[in-house]
């Protein structure tokens, strides 16, 4: 039986996720999503979906992205083997206050 890391739970169904070669042990997905999501960088909401990532900061949507200071030039570019798209971003603050 082992202990889930974030609440302490002794579980007999317990679960190990692996990131980066380490690995984590968690009773439940919920214990799991909190210990692992990214946070936004805007409002500190734990971020379930894709967000956005900029110049290592994540975002829950656009518009903590906006708020933030940042402003979405969408030129999405598709790969016609799915492989990447690509958003650039263009940054109305200073650099040095990301």
């Given amino acids: 039986m082992a202990t889930c890391e974030v609440c302490g739970n002794h579980y007999d169904q317990s679960f190990e996720l692996r990131l980066g070669g380490e690995a984590q042990v968690f009773d439940s997905f919920e214990c799991a999503f909190y210990a692992v999501a990214p946070t936004c960088a805007c409002c500190d909401n734990r971020i379930a979906e894709h967000g956005i990532e900029v110049a290592g900061l994540f975002f829950c949507c656009a518009h903590c992205m906006q708020h933030y200071g940042l402003v979405p030039e969408f030129n999405l570019r598709l790969s016609r083997t799915?492989?990447?798209?690509?958003?650039?971003?263009?940054?109305?603050?200073d650099s040095s206050q990301l």
């Fill in 82 to 93: 799915g492989e990447k798209v690509s958003m650039e971003v263009r940054n109305i603050l």
